[in-house]
């Protein structure tokens, strides 16, 4: 066999699993063993990750190459998660809106601006918005631990990943908190004070 040496650190089984003595051997002359790919690279070995798996699904298309199922359902729960808290924030804030009209319209009828009307509605909003996502990263880094195993060369406390996730939240709960806010700085302040 060609090309024989030493690797770096392998993972054999599992991502999380820590690496392991290992030794490779041509499949020819153990065709019992589970069968594996090393490449040897020069430079990052990630700039041909993706040609190697392309090689690879020519062979057997259905070879899985990583265990990729539950992070994309992970994914995919997430990004409903976010719609779904969107959504509702965006339904409170326009109830909200709804049962103050007499009072924005009045505000409106002594000189309030469009502008002064959407800050506060965002402000109210994003208060209860930022109080949640406090609570929620609270929440998420008490319950790290049931996620260790699903991540590699991520620490489940990443200060980058909890950064990320606040921000996105907080931008998600503010798009869901304009739209009411814009609605109610359109009040027209006549009509607003008779509907009381």
């Known amino acids: 066999m060609r090309g024989l040496g030493v690797t770096g650190d392998v993972r054999e089984r599992e991502l999380s699993q820590t690496a392991k003595d290992y030794i490779c051997v041509p499949y020819a002359q153990y065709p019992q063993m589970a069968p594996g790919v090393v490449a040897r690279t020069q430079g990052d070995p990630m700039n041909i990750a993706r040609t190697a798996v392309q090689h690879l699904y020519e062979v057997d298309p259905n070879q899985p190459v990583a265990p990729r199922l539950t992070t994309n359902l992970l994914g995919l729960f997430a990004l409903l998660a976010l719609a779904i808290a969107a959504a509702g924030i965006g339904g ?3 109830l909200s809106v709804g049962q103050r009209i007499h009072e924005i319209g009045v505000r409106m009828a ?8 959407v ?9 209860l918005s930022l109080a949640g996502v406090v ?13 260790r195993g699903l991540l590699f060369e991520v620490t489940p406390t990443d200060p980058v990943t909890f950064v990320g996730v606040a921000l996105v939240l907080s931008a998600a709960a503010c798009a869901a908190c304009y739209i009411p806010a814009r609605r109610a700085a359109r009040v027209d302040p006549l009509r607003a004070l008779r509907a009381e």
Not at 135 to 147: D, E, H, N
């Open 92 to 94: 409170v804030m326009a």
């Open 110 to 117: 002594i000189g309030a601006r469009p502008t002064e009307i």
């Open 119 to 127: 800050l506060m509605i965002l402000r109210q909003g994003m208060g």
């Open 135 to 147: 609570v929620g990263l609270i929440g998420a880094f008490a319950l790290t631990q049931s996620v």
